[in-house]
T-cell receptor, first 115, second 117 residues
Framework: DAKTTQPTSMDCAEGRAANLPCNHS???????VYWYRQIHSQGPQYIIH???NNETNEMASLIITEDRKSSTLILPHATLRDTAVYYC????????????????FGQGTILTVHP | GAVVSQHPSWVICKSGTSVKIECRSL??????MFWYRQFPKQSLMLMAT?????????EQGVEKDKFLINHASLTLSTLTVTSAHPEDSSFYIC?????????????FGEGSRLTVL
């Protein structure tokens, strides 16, 4: 799986948009970009994933650059409960095989949302 | 609501005893589940891949005789830490993949914190 690079930490004011960048310059054509977050002492929570098009769901938006070498996770209106470690992961997802759910976690970005 | 549930959430045991942690997919079938371990202030480290009806696949450096994994049904995988020692104290997290079309989502349990005295 391609390696990702994320800033170690970021701050955001409550109510403002949080933009979390991720570099994945060695991503290959069949690798998806996944975002998870982990609130302290809990299991990781799935946020969103995408291949090349921008994606949006009830939690966040994912913006992937045209060359797919980087992406940005956007939390449109951050709240205190969004304080967590955010992980950007790229990996191949295939219809078969047993490795499709296997993820390699980096150190992630510690996002702190303050009042 | 949670789609993957772990039990127990936390457990304290004496050194030398064995501890079993359960991981259940609540509203979908998972032929494959994954077990991770996380030490304080560190990222998740994959321990093993649990395959329904067959042997688990362990990552390099993980002792299969110490961390017994059983995936007896499509909704349940168990991790047993045998002869636990204080260095086994950690946060254990399971995950299960729910396929949606050509891709899918990997859901994680709430985690189980093990403290070995």
């Amino acid at each position: 799986d391609a390696k990702t690079t994320q800033p170690t930490s970021m701050d955001c004011a409550e109510g403002r948009a949080a933009n979390l960048p991720c570099n994945h310059s060695t991503i290959s054509g069949n690798e998806y970009v996944y975002w998870y977050r982990q609130i302290h002492s809990q299991g990781p929570q799935y946020i969103i994933h995408g291949l090349k098009n921008n994606e949006t769901n009830e939690m966040a938006s994912l913006i992937i650059t045209e060359d797919r070498k980087s992406s940005t996770l956007i939390l449109p209106h951050a709240t205190l409960r969004d304080t967590a470690v955010y992980y950007c992961i790229v990996r191949v997802v295939t219809a078969g095989g047993t490795s499709y759910g296997k993820l390699t976690f980096g150190q992630g970005t510690i996002l702190t949302v303050h009042p | 609501g949670a789609v993957v549930s772990q039990h127990p959430s936390w457990v304290i045991c004496k050194s030398g005893t064995s501890v079993k942690i359960e991981c259940r997919s609540l509203d979908f079938q998972a032929t494959t589940m994954f077990w991770y371990r996380q030490f304080p202030k560190q990222s998740l480290m994959l321990m093993a891949t649990s395959n329904e009806g067959s042997k688990a696949t362990y990552e390099q450096g993980v002792e299969k005789d110490k961390f017994l994994i059983n995936h007896a049904s499509l909704t349940l995988s168990t991790l047993t830490v045998t002869s636990a020692h204080p260095e086994d104290s950690s946060f254990y997290i399971c995950s299960a993949f729910r396929r949606t079309g050509l891709t899918g989502e990997l859901f994680f349990g709430e985690g189980s914190r093990l403290t070995v005295l």
